[in-house]
């Protein structure tokens, strides 16, 4: 069966990965088709929205789709993308290709996979004035048994984790470090949270983690404060298998992370839920260079791995891989993130060349 992939390239430098990340799935000949309806900032220009009937429609029908990046113009389109398609799974794997520049010493055999809750935490963006919280919520007090009024005028955020919410995210990455563990990897879950201040919510993440990781025996797990991780992170880049962790630590983290791979030109990420799925560069829509035709397709041509490893063709997905792994290995084409004078179709070019 032909899977229905749409490419929605959002905005800045968006659509000109995301063609690279189609121009190269189109010369691998697969059994797939994709349909590239306008979205994002050209969109907002033609019909006044970035996310047109169109494009959604194809998205609801789709077997995966690929996503650019978002500044202003596509916040609705990630918006959906996460929470119209409960794609709560936010998979952001780090590893190093041989090759790549980095500042690290010593980075081969840098591999790991971080494990973002893509739902819940702070960013559905329940925020306003604490003047509504102080009349809702008169009789709340605080650590340090201050209500609400007490503080005067401000604004607040609220961070919302469920039971099902971290339920599931627990159980997918368990579910991740076991596949990884039967390839070789150590079989290691590490929870990531801040519970020694934030006890309930915090607390009810990694307390679930502790419960689910009882289903697998054969998993190790640990955990850290959030602040000792982005350190350890650094440090022990090699001790890393499987980290799960909350939406917004899980944003943090997974930049940080990108440059022991060589940036982020290079992170890819797999968005995952019961019915949809979507794959998108870790970056963001880089405005200082959109339009230039110098931005680094790698990540997206990475998320497409991603893609066509979810739509089970595991085979080509290792193809890709390798094809991304060998011009690197070369060194030839470096964009000038990397330090090289390359054009996005250059190095295009080249994985496509790799290919044949
Ligand atoms: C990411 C991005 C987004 C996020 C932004 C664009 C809202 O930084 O996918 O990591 O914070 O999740
Ligand atoms: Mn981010």
Redesign the pocket.
Known sequence: MVKKIVALGGDGIGPEVVDAAVQVLESMGLDIEIQKPLCGEVAIKRFGTPFPKEAMELTNESDAILFGA?EQAS?FI?AYLRWGLDTYANLRPIKYYEGVPTPIKDPEGIDFLIVRENSEGL?PGREGDLSLLAEKLPDYRDRLGKSFADYGPGKFAIRVFTNKGCQRIAKFACEKARERKAKGFPGKVTCVTKSNVLRESCGLFQKTCEEVIKNYPELKYEHFYVDDMARRIIRFPKDMDVIVTSNMFG?IL??LAAELMGGLGMAP?ACIGDKYAYF?P?H?SAPDIAGKGIANPTASILSSVLMLDYLGMKDKAEELENAVKAVYKEGKVLTPDMGGKAKTTDFTRAVIEKLK
């Open positions: 978002t916040v990630l960013y944003d997974s930049d990420s998108e870790v963001g």
